[in-house]
């Protein structure tokens, strides 16, 4: 996480949250989604899939994949199962 660990940036977060940064809560559990698979590099998908397929449900996706052993990817397991559930085909130019 470059230098950061997960208490800090959860503990950002918040404080970010008190700042009226993050307006929404599918913001914020994007947010959390993103540091659960450690991919802050994709965290506005995963903004986008809390707003449009509820924020509880992905979240408790998130975790599953996190604590499954023998996954080395998460954060790709993750939106193979999104795109698997939801039916979501990635529109290539």
């Known amino acids: 996480m470059d230098g950061l660990n997960k208490s800090g940036y959860l ?4 404080e970010r ?3 009226r940064n993050i307006t929404q809560e ?3 559990i994007g ?3 993103a540091v659960v698979l450690h991919d802050l590099e994709h965290k506005s998908i995963y903004i ?3 707003k449009a ?3 509880d449900k992905m979240l408790a996706l998130a975790k599953d994949i996190a604590s499954r052993r023998g996954v ?3 954060a790709g397991y993750f939106m193979t199962v999104v795109s698997n559930e939801f039916n979501i085909t ?4």
């Open 90 to 93: 990635k529109i290539r130019k």
């Open 17 to 19: 949250a008190a700042k």
């Open 26 to 28: 599918f913001q914020l």
């Open 53 to 55: 397929y509820g924020s």
């Open 72 to 74: 080395e990817n998460p």
């Open 31 to 33: 947010l959390e989604i």
């Open 48 to 50: 986008k899939y809390a």
């Open 11 to 14: 503990k950002t977060l918040q």
